[in-house]
């Protein structure tokens, strides 16, 4: 995960479009402004919710709904947002949309002086 302001981000991309500088070996990886933005993501019932995802393993969105006893459509925003930061991903197994916890760890660092965060995550064991 990268930690970049989106003026950074902006300018990086164009740079590499215009071919005046290689694509960076992380240019894959999911982008934030701020540490602040992923740890805001992070609430107590985001926390709950992946680790319902990774210990229940449910086989749809309806049924992690259920198991949660939250309304689908904001289940569904949530979980975009998290797909978005790289935490899980939604896989499609006969046309369910099943989420699926790729992250086990993230470590934050954080500059007191600078905008110089870094976010490492370790991937969730297979």
Do not use: C, W, Y
């Not at 215009?18 to 992923?38: C, M, Q, Y």
């Not at 006893?69 to 790289?86: C, V, W, Y």
């Amino acid at each position: 995960m990268k930690i970049q302001s989106m003026k950074d981000l902006m300018a990086e991309m164009k740079a590499v479009a215009r071919g005046d500088i290689p694509a960076p070996p992380d240019a894959g990886l999911p982008s934030v402004e701020s540490a602040e933005v992923l740890l805001r993501l992070l609430t107590a019932d985001n926390r709950s919710l992946l680790r319902t995802i990774r210990d229940a393993k449910p086989q749809s969105v309806a049924a992690l709904a259920r198991l949660t006893n939250r309304a689908e459509p904001n289940l569904l925003r949530t979980l975009g947002k998290m797909e978005a930061f790289g935490l899980l991903e939604m896989r499609t197994v006969d046309r369910r949309r099943v989420p699926t916890v790729v992250v086990e760890m993230l470590h934050v660092e954080i500059d007191p002086f600078t905008m110089a965060d870094r976010v490492e995550a370790r991937p969730a064991q297979a």
